[in-house]
Every structure is written in C-alpha cells, then in structure tokens.
C-alpha cells in the first residue's frame, strides 16, 4: 500500500464549475500538507502549503487538512481550462520536512 | 527574480553511461533537493543537500550521487546508467532545510537507450 494515494482521474469538469480532488494518507506522522500544480513537460509549482489540520484560502483556492481521518483536500473555485494541468498531493512528517512524499497526481481536464 | 534552473533540458544516454545534472536554486535558498518522477507517477525524493552537506537520502542505490557547491549549486550523478532510470529529474530549492515550502524547476528529461 502506498503512504499517499490519489485518484489518477482524469477528472472532466466544464468551465466555471467547482473542482474537488483528494488525497489519503496512511502516515500519522505526516505535519506538512502541500498541494503543487504540474503542466505537460514542467516542473510542479506550489499552490498551497499547510502545516497540521484547518483550512487555507488562497485566492480560488481552498485546501483543506482533516488530521483525524487522515485526508486532504483541494478545491478550486471558478475553474477555468488555464486550469487544466495535473494536481500532486504531497506531505512530509515534521522530523523529516525536507523529504516530500507526493501523491501519483489526478489529471483534471476543464472543458471550455 | 529566476526561479530553479536546470540544465540540460533533455538528455539521451545508453545503458552503462554516466551522467550529470546541474541544478541552481533561488535566490537566498540555502537547501536543494533532487527528485525522480517516473512517467505518470509523482515525484520520488532521492537527497537533500544543505549547506553542502548531505541532510537526507531517499531509497535509491549507490549510483546515485551528488554535492553541493559553496554558491548553493548543486549536481546530481548517475553512473551505470540502466533503462529504468530513464525519467523526469527535478530539484526543488527553498530556504532552509526544514519547515520550508519547496520550489521546483521544471526538469531534465533523461532517457536510456
């Protein structure tokens, strides 16, 4: 069993709608909770960094940690097909914060 | 500001070949880290480097190497190289060793013929 798994989708949403993706996790251990954006042939690029449960807005943005049963959550307000890219979980442990353990990714199409 | 660069963009090598990948962080990122993500499968963390030390290592064979440079630079090597280590090499810098997000850059694409 992996520590982080992830729907690897693809998740077909129209433009405009709100997109929810989701990550489990087996680790207690894990502190950390990011959420990274990757487009065809690019590295991942930060969307959301949260340390421990709660909630955190960033613009269209919403990550949400739930510690207690062990699952995160990403939504996206307002989608657009600039949205279009492939979405990575990822979480580290807070004695090992430097090594990132990622999710396989969930592919999220938005149809214009 | 430039965020991660790496160099080359793409390589191609044959099996038992050697190879070397540059990494220059951000700006006043002190720490680098290098990962290997497969094609559709997400990133694996193979070092952190930290002050040219070697602050943590993934689950990756001897073949595996690399250091870190008094500007903050950092190279990754790979000697016998086998078709599975054809993938996506990124490195990922940020300010210190711990407790601090991870920028990435966009990647050297090796494949092993």
């Known amino acids: 069993q992996k520590e982080v798994e992830q729907d690897p989708g693809p998740l077909s949403v129209p433009e405009g709608a709100i997109v929810s993706l989701n990550c489990t996790y087996s680790?207690?251990?894990?502190?950390?909770f990011m959420w990274y954006r990757q487009y065809s042939r690019k590295g991942p690029e930060l969307l959301m960094y949260?340390?421990?449960?709660g909630n955190k807005e960033d613009g269209r943005f919403t990550a949400q940690v739930d510690k207690s049963s062990k699952y995160i959550s990403l939504f996206i307000r307002d989608s657009q097909p600039s949205d279009s890219a492939t979405y990575l979980c990822?979480?580290?442990?807070?004695?090992?914060?430097?090594?990132?353990?990622f999710g396989s990714g969930t592919r999220l199409l938005v149809r214009p | 500001d430039a965020g991660v660069t790496q160099s080359p963009t793409h390589l191609i090598k044959t099996r038992g070949q050697h190879v070397t990948l540059r990494c220059s962080p951000i700006?006043?990122?002190?720490?680098v880290s290098w990962y290997q993500q497969v094609l559709g499968q997400g990133p694996q963390f193979i070092f952190q480097?930290?002050?040219?030390?070697?602050?943590g290592r993934g689950n990756f064979p001897d073949r595996f190497s690399a250091r870190q440079f008094p500007n903050y630079s950092s190279e990754l090597n790979v000697n016998a190289l086998l078709l599975g280590d054809s993938a996506l090499y990124l490195c990922?810098?940020?300010?210190?060793?711990?407790?601090?997000?991870?920028?990435f850059g966009d990647g050297t694409r090796l494949s092993i013929l």
């Open positions: 990922a810098s940020s300010v210190q060793h711990s407790n601090q997000p991870q920028h």
């Open positions: 680790n207690s251990a894990f502190q950390y």
């Open positions: 949260t340390y421990s449960s």
């Open positions: 990822a979480m580290s442990a807070a004695d090992s914060s430097y090594k990132l353990i």
């Open positions: 700006s006043g990122h002190k720490s």
């Open positions: 480097y930290y002050e040219k030390e070697e602050r």
